[in-house]
């Protein structure tokens, strides 16, 4: 079972910017899409942004222009450039792969904070 472990997540300023990077195990993360989740208090968790095996990009329109999702599949790793931040933006973030039935196991997330 590939087993998801996100990080980079942390405190900025509202304009700023963090890297998010999600490291997966397991031999089956290339063949798969992923995506980015977040989840604020009190919400349900939503996809934000995705990537297909082969590169192709979506992105909920609250985050188009801002965030940048890519993927490295030598390293088993994908990753949320997050520009200009916003207070909204405020969530843990998740990565999984939004089209696997069963998604595999969530991992534990990491918090972002935008706040001056």
């Known amino acids: 079972q590939v087993q998801l472990v996100e990080s980079g997540g942390g405190l900025v300023q509202p304009g700023g910017s963090l890297r998010l990077s999600c490291a997966a195990s397991?031999?089956?993360?290339?063949?798969?899409?992923m995506g980015w989740y977040r989840q604020a208090p009190g919400n349900q968790r939503d996809l934000v942004a995705s990537?297909?095996?082969?590169?192709?990009?979506n992105y909920t329109d609250s985050v188009k222009g801002r965030f940048t999702i890519s993927r490295d599949n030598t390293k088993n790793t994908v990753y949320l450039q997050m520009n200009s931040l916003r207070p909204e933006d405020t969530a843990v973030y998740y990565c999984n792969a939004p089209y696997r039935r069963p998604q595999y196991y969530w991992g534990q997330g990491t918090k972002v904070t935008v706040s001056a």
């Open positions: 990537i297909t095996r082969g590169g192709t990009k």
């Open positions: 397991g031999r089956d993360f290339s063949i798969n899409a």
